[in-house]
């Protein structure tokens, strides 16, 4: 059971998990527990069969970097060729650090501060997606102020219906937060035609994350398409066109694997025909399946007729299946063969700190360590210092080679920006 999700970098042998050529055991020897441990090969496999199935249109991946920031997978990603796709000023300064150029750098989301927008355009990033006619309004005066024109993308809603696995990573539906009603679009580019230091060069969706069909692509394109036509008779000529991230990447053995070339069928033709550059934002697709979660077995307790493993991680390393009843395949890094039926918690204050609950699986004893999969995307980045629990370390493993890319926590890391003595200012 599981197994499929164990993939080519991920395997047994004698029965132990490896990463590539490097032991689960010795990693969380070497690095403690809890880590996330991430493979370089399974990144660069999917960025080749990526790219290799959009082959045949003009195109540019910009890896949503909010899925996982580490810095030694932005520099693998960039090697290969990818841009980044930044959703706050701390992802840009992330992303220059890891040697992003302007070019290379997508700047989205819903609430860009004057600052970030300022951060933007000092960094020349390709394109600035904006949201609403109150950021772009806002974008041309901090563009004015700079002396630059902003290159700007428009995020539209295109209101589509989005079967994925949970309402909170929906976001391309009438109602969300997220872009501008692809009903009110047109008045917005009538406005952004008129702005001195605007240049409106792309249309932008993202319809949801984790998409169990391609429905919503189609749909969303659909939208774009009409709107960029529209968009062209008023003389702009639509440039780029992103249909954000949202490839789905699979956590249990039902879970279906993005058919790649039926992707870039819906795709190619659309922006043949627009004759623009296609940008694609995707996040989990890369880092979800390259990343491991390493934790030790605390305990054992049976509670209420409960069996529950109590780990050394929990919601604080791994949020989504408490916060999106998300399931992560957990398996013994050396299994007994013998399994058992247990509630997987954490040591955090809260009844709802569990990786899996009511799971049957490898039984495990104190001092075993757990291998939660698919943990690369959306792990780490979420992870928090509630209960003043340090962040876990990460670690990059490249055939039988390891390194710790993120050192763990400190307890005075915790306490760093605190001051001891409060500098109290007269109000
Ligand atoms: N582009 C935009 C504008 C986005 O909002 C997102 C994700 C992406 C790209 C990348 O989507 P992906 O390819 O990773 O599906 N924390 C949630 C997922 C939230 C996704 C937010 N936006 C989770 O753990 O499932």
């Not at 989205?108 to 949201?131: F, H, M, P, Q, S």
């Not at 490898?362 to 509630?386: I, K, Q």
Request: charged residues 25%; contains cysteine; proline residues 4%.
């Amino acid at each position: 059971m599981g197994q499929s999700v164990l993939t080519a970098a991920f395997t047994r042998r004698d029965g132990a998990l490896y990463c590539e050529d490097v032991s689960a055991e010795v990693i969380a020897r070497e690095a403690g527990t809890p880590v996330f441990v991430y493979s370089s090969a399974v990144i660069r496999d999917r960025y080749s069969r990526l790219t290799a199935a959009l082959a045949g249109v003009k195109h540019r991946v910009h890896y949503a970097m909010k899925a996982n920031g580490n810095r030694a997978i932005l520099s693998l990603l960039r090697e290969l060729g990818s841009g980044v796709d930044v959703v706050s000023g701390g992802e840009l300064h992330r992303a220059q650090r890891a040697g992003f150029k302007g070019h290379d750098i997508i700047f989205g989301g819903v609430g860009k501060t004057i600052r970030e927008l300022r951060e933007g355009l000092k960094a020349g990033v390709k394109l600035i997606n904006v949201e609403s006619e109150a950021e772009l309004l806002m974008l041309e005066a901090v563009a004015r102020e700079l002396g630059v024109v902003a290159q700007v993308g428009l995020r539209i809603n295109p209101d589509v219906t989005v079967e994925n696995s949970h309402a909170y990573i929906a976001t391309g539906s009438r109602g969300h937060k997220f872009g501008i009603p692809h009903d009110e679009a047109l008045a917005l580019v009538k406005i952004a035609r008129g702005l001195e230091h605007i240049e409106l060069i792309g249309l932008d969706m993202h319809v949801g994350s984790q998409l169990a069909t391609l429905e919503p692509y189609r749909a969303g394109l659909d939208r774009l398409m009409e709107l960029a036509g529209r968009i062209a008779a008023m003389g702009t000529k639509i440039r780029y066109v992103d249909v954000g991230g949202g490839l789905p990447v699979r956590y249990d053995d039902g879970d279906p694997e993005p058919d790649l070339d039926a992707f870039a069928a819906v795709i190619a033709p659309v922006l043949k025909k627009l004759n623009a550059e296609l940008i694609v934002e995707p996040g989990r697709f890369f880092s979800a399946a390259s990343g491991v979660l390493l934790a030790r077995v605390l305990y054992r307790k049976r509670s209420g007729g409960k069996d529950y493993v109590i780990a050394d991680a929990g919601m604080t390393e791994l949020l989504r299946p408490s916060h999106y009843d998300a399931y992560h395949l957990i398996e013994s890094a050396t299994p007994s063969g013998e399994r058992a039926v247990v509630d997987v918690v954490g040591p955090v204050c809260e009844s709802g700190d569990f990786l899996a609950q009511d799971r049957e699986m490898d039984s495990v004893e104190p001092g075993d360590l757990l291998v939660v999969h698919t943990a690369g995307a959306y792990g780490y980045v979420m992870s928090s210092n509630y209960n003043a629990r340090p962040k876990a370390a990460e670690v990059m493993v490249d055939g039988a080679k390891f390194a710790v890319v993120t050192a763990r926590e400190t307890y005075d890391d915790l306490v760093r920006l605190e001051q001891a003595h409060p500098d109290w200012r007269d109000a």
